[in-house]
């Protein structure tokens, strides 16, 4: 049903709510097949939920690495944030899924992307002490003198968030 006022957003019925609501458990939970035929049957892969995250980045966040694939075949796109402004490379480096940043990585997701707040993968990987990502992530390129909006580098939050070994794993390959 659309609302006759058109800068509104429409009104979506029962039936509509719950199919939605259907997708994004099969995100969250993995369920790559049921995916595959909602999207041969004309699913958008860019589709996004209240917060904004989009089924790329949920397949991202719970560690779906099939599903993400799928998605990113399908059009999912690497580089669309949430309304946090936090790209699926985040989510997957936030969660320690060395697996999924670098399907993300050798999908074309920008290595340096970041939200309003400045900060990209790489800070957010070196705050929660994530080493083997830390690593993957300068292999692909990450600026390692990047700032965030609060003038920190990736190894100045991580030192603030008392990781204890990203920032002297920084530092030495800032080194390099």
């Not at 992307?113 to 929660?128: I, K």
Request: glycine share 10%; net charge negative; hydrophobic share 40%.
């Amino acid at each position: 049903m659309q609302n006759e006022d058109p800068h509104q957003p429409p009104v979506l019925d029962e039936e509509t709510i719950a199919f939605a609501q259907r997708v994004f458990q099969h995100t969250r939970a993995g369920h790559t097949g049921e995916m595959a035929q909602l999207l041969d049957m004309g699913l958008p892969p860019n589709l996004r939920n209240e917060k904004g995250d989009s089924l790329l980045m949920l397949a991202c966040y719970h560690g779906h690495a099939e599903l993400a694939q799928l998605l990113l075949e399908r059009g999912g796109d690497p580089e669309l944030a949430n309304d946090r402004g936090q790209t699926p490379l985040a989510g997957a480096a936030f969660k320690g899924d060395a697996r999924i940043v670098r399907l993300l990585l050798e999908q074309g997701a920008n290595v340096n992307g970041s939200g309003p707040d400045g900060r990209t993968a790489l800070m957010v990987s070196a705050m929660f002490n994530r080493t083997e990502i830390v690593e993957l992530l300068v292999v692909h390129g990450a600026d390692i003198h990047a700032r965030d909006a609060q003038g920190l580098t990736a190894e100045a939050a991580a030192r603030t968030m008392g990781a204890p070994d990203t920032p002297d794993q920084l530092a030495q390959l800032a080194k390099k």
